[in-house]
């Protein structure tokens, strides 16, 4: 069990840790990007804005491209570690969102408008390569089936 070291993420994957007797590591990796050191004036505009140009970034925050690529080395670390095992992974709806979209660019904003905040999404991976991804509608999990 892995989790961003947002309270957020945290509880999201809680109530499974607590169930499993499962600690919860923590990845800073896994943290949602930083849009901006400042608040931005209309969220949903500025998320388009990021998305329509990958090295965009306001002041002090991060462009798709390095979020991504931040997201992409961190998933690429826990795969290797734990390879051929399921994972639990708290993390962001927007470093999630890019993290599928390396993969599949089927994965883009309009999806990322699409997500719940909370969501669960189960992805699969075969040797490391990214196979599939399928949003889980049950909040009602069994480990062994993520």
Known sequence: MISSPYKRAIQTVQEIANTYNISIQIEEDLRERLLSSEPVADFNDAIENVWEDWSFAYE???????AQRRAVICMQSIL??????????GTHGNIMVLLMNYFDSQYDFQFWKTIH?????KLVFDNNRFSSAERLESTDYQINNL
């Open 60 to 66: 002090g925050g991060e462009s798709n491209d390095v």
């Open 80 to 89: 290797k570690k734990y390879k051929g095992k399921n994972i639990v992974i």
């Open 117 to 121: 905040m909370p969501d669960v999404y």
